[in-house]
């Protein structure tokens, strides 16, 4: 009989140890039994130690081959609203959409510590195939580590992605001119807030859920409805303000963005009240700022609030000649202050 907690009965042990790591048969049962498990597609089926990929976007003239990685390293594990399988798939799709790509394919490595939970990686594997089906991308191909007690908090992972940039799209930040408009999708800092409420060290009460999220089923209705959109950035680690700064001086802009206008939840502003923490430099794992010409930048707010993941877009400000690769907000009593990069960390293990 197949155990419970055991798709093909392959797997009994309820916690890794070296043994799955060791290239025998019981890292080959761990790696059947939940990974493949989860992600089992025809690219997968041959089990070769590479992918094989085909795809007629690559054949359209002028299409580029977009390419990104990442790793991830978030404590904890799970979160109200994902996981670390969930931020991986997520964030690097975003990577690539933010770029003008269309993402097709994703790779995912994990490094997995001695006793962690079968059960917790079937969740996370789980996580990630319902993550990867609805951005309409596929794991593809692979890989598992497994190391002893110590050598690294539970489970770490690296997911590579690949995409298409079609011949006509050329997104880039130093793309961006002054009387470019500055537009976020939705609430800034709940990633961040979600991930420091979780850990419970601070006793703080509330709900929030992260904004962990695909975003290349909105970037495709912006660009469709406004297909001058000069460049966009996923706010991750930094929050809107580091991707706000990494854009203003790879154009040498300047960026003037308003306060009053930038769109938080009280509850993510209480927690930055209660610890100091500036909301600007937040983490977010679902939200982008983009820079369109004015000329479309009504017809690139209206597309964003028609999709689910933008509902909340707002115009935040603009580029503008002044102080170039300087970012500076108008602030609630009418002043000015220049939002620097983020120095140091505000919050580690976040991402």
């Known amino acids: ?173 130093s793309r961006v001119q002054a009387g470019d408009v500055a537009i976020v999708n939705g609430v800034l800092g709940d990633h961040g807030a979600a991930i420091l409420a979780a850990r419970g060290d601070l006793a703080l009460s509330g709900d929030i859920p992260s904004d962990c999220r695909s975003l290349n089923g909105l970037m495709e209705a912006v660009i469709a409805a406004a297909p001058a959109v000069r460049a966009a950035r996923d706010a991750t680690r930094g929050g809107l303000a580091s991707a706000l700064n990494e854009i203003a001086q790879a154009a040498e802009v300047g960026i003037e963005i308003d306060e009053a206008v930038l769109p938080l939840r009280s509850e993510v502003k209480g927690v930055c009240e209660i610890l100091g923490l500036d909301p600007l430099y937040l983490a977010n794992e679902g939200t982008l700022v983009l820079f369109v010409p004015e000329p479309q930048a009504e017809a690139a707010l209206a597309a964003m609030r028609a999709h689910p993941a933008g509902e909340g877009a707002v115009v935040i400000g603009r580029a503008v000649e002044a102080h170039p690769a300087t970012v500076v907000m108008k602030t609630l009593f009418g002043g000015q202050r220049i939002v620097d990069m983020l120095v140091g960390e505000q919050l580690p293990r976040i991402c």
């Open 1 to 173: 009989m197949t155990p419970a907690n055991s798709p093909s009965g392959r797997l009994r042990a309820e916690r890794v140890t070296l043994a799955h790591g060791g290239g025998g048969k019981a890292m080959r049962d761990l790696i059947e039994d939940v990974f493949v498990a989860a992600f089992r597609n025809p690219e997968m089926g041959e089990m070769e130690d590479q992918a094989r990929l085909t795809s007629a976007a690559l054949a359209e003239p002028g299409a580029r081959l977009a390419f990104t990685t990442d790793s991830f390293v978030v404590d904890p594990l799970e979160f109200p609203g994902g996981d670390i399988g969930k931020i991986a798939v997520c964030g690097t799709v975003n990577d690539l959409a933010v770029g003008g790509a269309r993402p097709l394919w994703l790779s995912a490595a994990f490094i997995i510590e001695e006793g962690v939970e079968v059960a917790l990686l079937r969740r996370i594997a789980e996580s990630m195939r319902g993550a990867a089906e609805e951005a309409g991308v596929v794991i593809v191909t692979g890989d598992t580590k497994v190391v002893g007690r110590g050598a690294a908090d539970k489970l770490f992972v690296t997911t590579s992605g690949l995409g298409v940039i079609p011949a006509e799209r050329h997104l880039a930040a």
